[in-house]
């Protein structure tokens, strides 16, 4: 199947490296979809470039008692200081469901970013992701490039 023209940034935060993990899996995945994809540690991303991006998929585990860690809030903010309805976006995390408020990190972005942007899906995962995660890695992408398909034509 032909690649979709489509510039796609995939940012996240990890400590332990769960989140890390679902973003690997997520960029090979993104890979066989979309022609121009690049990965970025939330420290490396050009967040004044945001609006270059077609799509993008937001990452983080969740902190404290369900808080979006510190090195999360700047992307929070970019997205949420100006209105970015023609960027498709999904977000994506790992948590403890040990916790009250399990990925509270991944719904707050998700509240945000449905006002500011064109969410398409949301991905939660329990810790590491295991096999039958695979699939929810590669639906979550699929429902990115169903919505980024009517806005290139
Ligand atoms: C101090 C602390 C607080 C946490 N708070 C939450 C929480 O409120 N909700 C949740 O789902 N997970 C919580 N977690 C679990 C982490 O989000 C989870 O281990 C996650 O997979 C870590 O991601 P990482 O490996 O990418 O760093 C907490 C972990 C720690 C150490």
Redesign the pocket.
Known sequence: MALMNCKLAIVYS???????EVASILYTASKQNFTDVSLYPVHNFPMKKLEEFDAIMVGT???????IPREMVAVYKAFEHANKKNIVTGVFG????F?P????AVDAFKNMLFVNTTLAATLKIE?TPQDGDLKRCFQFVESIARRVSPLMV
């Open positions: 990890s400590v332990t490296g769960n989140t890390e585990y969740t902190w404290g008692n369900g808080e790992t948590g403890d469901s916790y408020h399990f990925c509270g810790l």
